[in-house]
Structures are given as structure tokens and as C-alpha cells.
């Protein structure tokens, strides 16, 4: 059993920066395909970004060049560097590792909150 466990999740300004880690437990954590997904208040869950074991990387439209995902496979971490952050970024941040149809594994999230 995969455990997930975000950290970094605070309270910021816009324009402001902040690094959101993800720790994974176990020892397959190089194979999975790992992203953060986030969920806005009154909205749904939405893809944030995601790194592919082969870390082929993907963003949403709304933080392309804003936010970098990224992974350390020996510590068995994946983070999300973000920049520029908007009111519109604030959510909770949720790590997701997956692999097939037979690995779904949620982490409970961090929240992420940008205001002035």
C-alpha cells in the first residue's frame, strides 16, 4: 500500500513562489506516473501537472510557465515549483501516483491559499 504525503501548502501573495512536495512510500515509486491535480472552491477536481515515469512532463493551460513539476526518484519524491501564483491558484493541492489501471493512489492534500 502506497502512501502519499504533500507538504508545503501555505499562505502567500500574489506574485509570490512556493514549493509543494509530495513523499511516497514503498520502492516502485520510479514506474509511476506521478501528478498533482488541485480543487478551487465551488469547482471541480483539474490536472495541474504530471510527470511520466519516463518524466515526460504536462500542464494545464493555466500554469503553463508558471509552475514546473519535477520528481527525485531516489528520495521517492515529486514537487511542484510554483511562480507567479495567482488567487486563482488557490486550492487544495492533491499528489496523485498512478500506474496502469491498478494503481490510484491519493494523497490528502495541502492547501494552497493566494491572497492579499
Known amino acids: 500500500q502506497v502512501q502519499l504525503v504533500e507538504s508545503g501548502g501555505d499562505l502567500v501573495q500574489p506574485g509570490g513562489s512556493l514549493r509543494l512536495s509530495c513523499a511516497a512510500s514503498?520502492?516502485?515509486?520510479?514506474?509511476?506516473?506521478m501528478a498533482w491535480h488541485r480543487q478551487a472552491p465551488g469547482k471541480q477536481r483539474e490536472l495541474v501537472a504530471s510527470?511520466?515515469?519516463?518524466?515526460?512532463?504536462y500542464y494545464a493551460d493555466s500554469v503553463q510557465d508558471r509552475f514546473t513539476i519535477f520528481r527525485d526518484n531516489l528520495e521517492n519524491k515529486v514537487f511542484l515549483q510554483m511562480n507567479m501564483l495567482k488567487p486563482e491558484d488557490t486550492a487544495v493541492y492533491y499528489c496523485?501516483?498512478?500506474?496502469?489501471?491498478?494503481?490510484?493512489?491519493w494523497g490528502k492534500g495541502t492547501l494552497v491559499t493566494v491572497s492579499s
Open positions: 496523485n501516483a498512478r500506474y496502469g489501471v491498478t494503481v490510484d493512489y
Open positions: 514503498g520502492s516502485r515509486f520510479s514506474i509511476y506516473n
Open positions: 510527470i511520466s515515469s519516463t518524466r515526460t512532463t
